[in-house]
């Protein structure tokens, strides 16, 4: 499918602006962006957004957790440098979003147990990752596309134009998401949050939109100036290149505006009568197709670009990402390539990552019901660490824990970890605690963590690839635990059950004895949609990637900031081929009833499914690196 001209009309398509008028002729006079507590209102997941409060204090660390459909927390310091708005140097938090799932996201920041900001969900959205757009003749396609729907029903299209500086002509359309809209339903923002453009009447000559019908979006046409003045100005000659302790500003001091990543934000509506639900919209194909206007006659036309974002059966997968390094598929993303960053996404950086970096050493993120693990809501935020046994997740945040060789995480303030935040209520009997009497019993296929272990469990076909972290706290609100397990045989969606409606799992520890194992400990998860009891109706467990034909999924995460009845908190399941397999459970808090500290050995760690499925790791003295009465930290032999 090839789009020229008016014939392209079937589409949600881009945007590309035309710059007004630049400040000196550097391309860069644009209003600046107002004053805001997050800025830009808009990112994709390893993009940069900036936070401003009164509160927020030269040189100290804050918890920020993002939360739409899932969860995560980064740890940043705050610096002080000029505010992009107003040019007033005050202090500000920067930190990458991490991956989320598209769609209105509420962002919080703490200093140890207080609140220091929170920006609701109407105020902020995750974005999918932006297309890649080649100079050249050419139809890019990307299969199985969903766009980001605010909370106010705009729809988000970002795209990246950093390698186009020659005039070109972009059409693209939406087939399969009937989103009808005009001109004045259209805004072009960059990521810096600087609006660059409005369509009207007085922009005529450079746009059009057309309708072909059917199930097709309007089409938007758009004709965006060469961009090659614009790229000479801001080599370092007379003052615009990028000052390089702040690439926002120009070395002479003006502002910087960024014409190559760009957000088309559209507030249309479906079928012409119905406001896009906020959220993600339904999969579309998604079709941008761009042509060099000034090019020779004979210039060559490049074959179609089809990204297919499918997984070979129709269901969407996770987005296509190109920053930096190439495309990729998968859920995880390494840092971005954009603004000078090394890494960006191959084929491999999606399979474990979740956009996180292990640590090299694993202490417990005790952070106050926020997560060791990203919960990225398309990926499984199990990933792989380096093989020294880490077990922490820093959501991949600047300057706190990565690659620094130290264990803790919290670098809050002395005396106050930022993790103790629930009350402490000295029930420390050091028993078993069942999950509420009933919740573990599977009346068919026996008791979740009964006296004995199972036998024949799946295990970890790599050595090192299950590591396991227990940690006594000086409180109950201290206590926690970590599970990694990965590389593991292979394992089918229904092997787990059906957590989301009916199925709990149960986490299980059998130290050995002279008479052999002995149930020492024992966790079991909220079966269902509602970890409240229906009091709130919030979702606990979500289902992911690949729908089965049991109506199940390949991949289930599970989120219970009340960490009820046993102090699980977070759980990762992830189906798949031999060495494809993932189980991760994060627990801690005052339900958690740990088993005394030292473990005896060889320790056998469990995971029941209701199924009478089970996945197992079991830990020696080889494997071990802490066994005291603080700590136990060790990895499969």
Request: hydrophobic fraction near 30%; aromatic fraction near 6%; glycine fraction near 16%.
């Amino acid at each position: 499918m090839r789009f020229s001209g008016k014939s392209a009309l079937a589409a949600l398509l881009f945007l590309c602006l035309q710059p007004a008028q630049a400040d000196a002729g550097c391309g860069c006079q644009k209003p600046p962006p107002p004053l805001a507590a997050i800025r830009p209102a808009f990112a994709s997941p390893g993009d940069e957004v900036t936070l401003f409060a009164p509160g927020i204090v030269q040189g100290s660390v804050y918890e920020v957790t993002f939360r739409s459909k899932a969860e995560a927390s980064v740890w940043a310091r705050a610096k002080s440098r000029r505010d992009f708005a107003d040019g007033i140097e005050k202090p500000q938090i920067v930190v990458e979003v991490p991956d989320l799932p598209p769609g209105p996201t509420s962002v919080t920041v703490r200093y140890g147990k207080s609140v220091v900001l929170r920006v609701e969900e109407h105020d902020f959205t995750t974005l999918q990752q932006p297309i890649t757009l080649a100079e050249a003749n050419l139809t890019t396609m990307v299969t199985c596309y969903r766009a980001a729907v605010g909370a106010d029903s705009t729809v988000y299209i970002p795209v990246d134009v950093s390698a186009i500086a020659e005039r070109m002509i972009f059409t693209g359309m939406a087939d399969g998401y009937r989103l009808m809209f005009g001109g004045e339903d259209i805004l072009i923002y960059n990521t810096q949050g600087v609006l660059m453009q409005l369509l009207g009447p007085e922009q005529a000559q450079i746009f059009g939109i057309y309708d072909e019908g059917g199930e097709r979006s309007f089409a938007l046409i758009y004709d965006r100036h060469e961009f090659v003045t614009y790229r000479g100005e801001h080599s370092h000659v007379n003052g615009y290149g990028l000052d390089p302790s702040d690439p926002e500003w120009h070395t002479d001091g003006t502002r910087h505006v960024d014409h190559d990543h760009l957000v088309l934000a559209i507030r249309g509506l479906l079928h012409g009568e119905d406001l896009p639900p906020p959220g993600q919209t339904p999969q579309f194909t998604f079709a941008i197709s761009t042509s060099l206007p000034d090019a020779p006659d004979g210039a060559p036309v490049e074959p179609m670009l089809v990204h297919d974002n499918c997984d070979g059966a129709g269901n969407p997968g996770s987005q296509w990402r190109h920053r930096g390094h190439g495309w990729g598929k998968g859920g995880g993303k390494g840092k971005s390539g954009k603004n000078g960053k090394g890494g960006g996404t191959g084929e491999d950086a999606g399979d474990d990552g979740g956009g996180s970096k292990d640590s090299s050493d694993d202490e417990v993120d005790q952070d106050g019901g926020n997560d060791a693990v990203d919960q990225d809501g398309g990926d499984d935020g199990a990933e792989e660490g380096d093989g020294n046994g880490g077990v922490e997740a820093d959501g991949g945040d600047e300057g706190v824990n990565e690659d620094s060789g130290e264990g803790e995480v919290n670098p809050g303030d002395p005396g106050n970890d930022p993790g103790e935040t629930e009350p402490d209520d000295g029930d420390d009997d050091g028993t078993i605690e069942g999950g509420g009497g009933d919740d573990g019993v599977d009346q068919e296929t026996g008791e979740l963590c009964g006296a004995t272990p199972r036998t024949g469990c799946r295990i970890s076909i790599e050595p090192g690839k299950a590591e396991l972290l227990v940690k006594d706290g000086t409180s109950d609100r201290g206590d926690g635990l970590v599970w990694k397990w990965l590389k593991g045989e292979r394992t089918e969606p229904a092997d787990f059950g059906s957590p989301t409606t009916t199925d709990s799992l149960g986490l299980c520890m059998y130290e050995q004895s002279g008479e052999g194992p002995v149930l020492v400990f024992r966790a079991i998860t909220v079966p269902g949609s509602d970890c409240s009891g229906g009091s709130t109706g919030r979702s606990c467990w979500l289902g992911l990637g690949k729908q089965v034909e049991s109506g199940g999924y390949d991949q289930y995460t599970y989120r219970n900031k009340e960490q009820t009845p046993d102090g699980i908190d977070q759980m990762v399941l992830k189906a798949g081929d031999e060495g494809k397999v993932k189980v991760l459970v994060k627990a801690k808090g005052e339900n958690l009833s740990l088993p005394e500290l030292p473990l005896s050995l060889p320790l056998q760690v469990q995971l029941h499914a209701e199924t009478g499925e089970c996945w197992e790791a079991t830990y020696s003295e080889m494997g071990v690196k802490d066994n005291n009465p603080r700590q136990f930290k060790g990895v499969t032999d």
